[in-house]
């Protein structure tokens, strides 16, 4: 079982323009193309920030219009928030705030062998790599930039702490990276070299 920072990034390190707007990612690949299918397959719970979650709300899930739809994971889901938010009938949402540890060993609990996925934002990520709980950073680039924005990952992460495994092109749009984290003591593993479409 792995703790996972699965997102996508701009060339330039955003995931998101200054007012959380995802519009620039959906024309570079269909994630129904890419490693989305298998990745979610193996996912067994999610944590995702206030302002993920808001953005699901507003322009997916829309409750309380008539294009609402519904809850679109089967995944229980913790939502790390001081904010106060609605959540869709029946959906299996917590909402927490606080220190990340406490959290994920619940998230383990109700994960059972399967993974745990941090959705995002990048802070939230962040708090998991800073209690050394983080496993594993699955970024798609994207191929556009967006000058400013919610950045990826906003941690310094000297080298050698993230170990390249392997690099995935998805047509012209985006490319995978996928890296291990290494902790203190952990041994070196050799990097897939080579990009691969």
């Given at each position: 079982m792995k703790t996972q920072y699965y997102t996508a990034s701009s060339l330039d390190g955003f995931i998101a323009t200054e007012d959380h707007s995802l519009e620039w990612l959906f024309?570079?690949?269909?994630?129904?193309?890419?490693?989305y299918p298998d990745f979610i397959a193996e996912v067994g719970a999610l944590a995702m920030g206030a302002s993920t979650y808001a953005w699901l709300l507003h322009h997916a899930l829309k409750l309380g219009t008539p294009e609402e739809t519904a809850w679109m994971y089967t995944q229980p889901a913790w939502v790390f928030t001081r904010r106060t938010f609605p959540a869709p009938a029946n959906a299996p949402i917590r909402f927490v705030q606080g220190d990340v540890r406490p959290v994920h060993a619940e998230m383990r609990a109700a994960a059972g062998e399967k993974n745990i996925w941090i959705v995002g934002g990048g802070d939230l990520a962040g708090?998991?790599?800073?209690?050394?709980?983080?496993?594993?950073?699955?970024?798609?680039?994207g191929s556009a930039t967006l000058g400013s924005g919610k950045p990826f990952f906003?941690?310094?992460?000297?080298?050698?702490?993230?170990?390249?495994?392997?690099?995935?092109?998805?047509?012209?749009?985006?490319?995978?990276?996928?890296?291990?984290?290494?902790?203190?003591?952990?041994?070196?593993?050799?990097?897939l070299n080579g990009l691969h479409s």
């Open positions: 024309p570079l690949a269909d994630p129904e193309a890419t490693s708090q998991f790599f800073d209690a050394g709980l983080l496993d594993e950073i699955i970024v798609q680039i906003p941690r310094f992460v000297p080298g050698p702490t993230l170990q390249l495994r392997t690099v995935q092109q998805y047509g012209g749009g985006m490319v995978e990276l996928r890296y291990d984290i290494r902790t203190r003591g952990t041994e070196p593993k050799e990097p």
